[in-house]
């Protein structure tokens, strides 16, 4: 039985399935493993899965599969240490505003780089950016532009996104959305 309380992060053997796309895990077990960061607690996913299903026998079924593992709770409190508070603080979601998107810095005016990522670091800057604001409904936008191969195919897929973002979030959100995913456009 899985505890509400307790705060799943994504084993070593999770976070390849994920990579792998691996066969063995449902529509509704991928997305809720997406949702698993080490910081929500099984009561926090449970909120953002409303339509997963049963949230303890998916979390139990991702746990005999070795792909989700319990994050250790820290020692007896000290003095050091943050109160309740504090830690709920820290693990309660990010409220939505610009993504913190670290991009490799440019190089000298003769260096070949500029700030722009590879595309498979945009893909993933882009798919995180996505699933932070729109959890697992972001699923299909995520899979597009992961299906990606060029960067024009990436930037077409990202103002589809922008579009869907636009109609479900508000203007605002998407503008945001658009501005992170310039910083990170793949050269």
């Known amino acids: 039985m899985v505890q509400r309380n307790v705060v799943y992060r994504k084993s070593e053997h999770g976070a390849q399935a994920l990579a792998k796309r691996d066969p063995a895990l449902s529509l509704r077990s991928r997305s809720l493993l997406i949702l698993v960061d080490g910081k929500r607690s099984v009561e926090d996913l449970a909120k953002l899965s409303t339509g997963f299903g049963e949230i303890d026998d998916l979390l139990g079924q991702l746990d005999e599969l070795g792909m989700v593992e319990a994050v250790p709770e820290a020692g007896p409190p000290n003095a050091s240490a943050p109160g309740p508070l504090a830690r709920a603080k820290a693990s309660a979601p990010a409220p939505l ?91």
Do not use: H, N, Y
Request: with cysteine; charged share 25%.
């Open 97 to 187: 505003g610009p993504a913190k998107v670290s991009a490799p810095a440019p190089l000298a005016a003769g260096g070949a780089k500029t700030g722009a990522l590879t595309l498979p670091e945009a893909k993933r800057a882009a798919v995180r950016r996505l699933t932070d604001l729109l959890g697992p409904t972001a699923e299909d936008l995520c899979l597009r532009i992961e299906g990606t191969r060029t960067p024009q195919d990436f930037l077409a897929a990202v103002k589809r996104a922008e579009m869907i973002l636009r109609d479900v979030s508000g203007a605002q959100v998407a503008a945001t959305f658009m501005q992170d995913m310039q910083a990170i456009r793949p050269a």
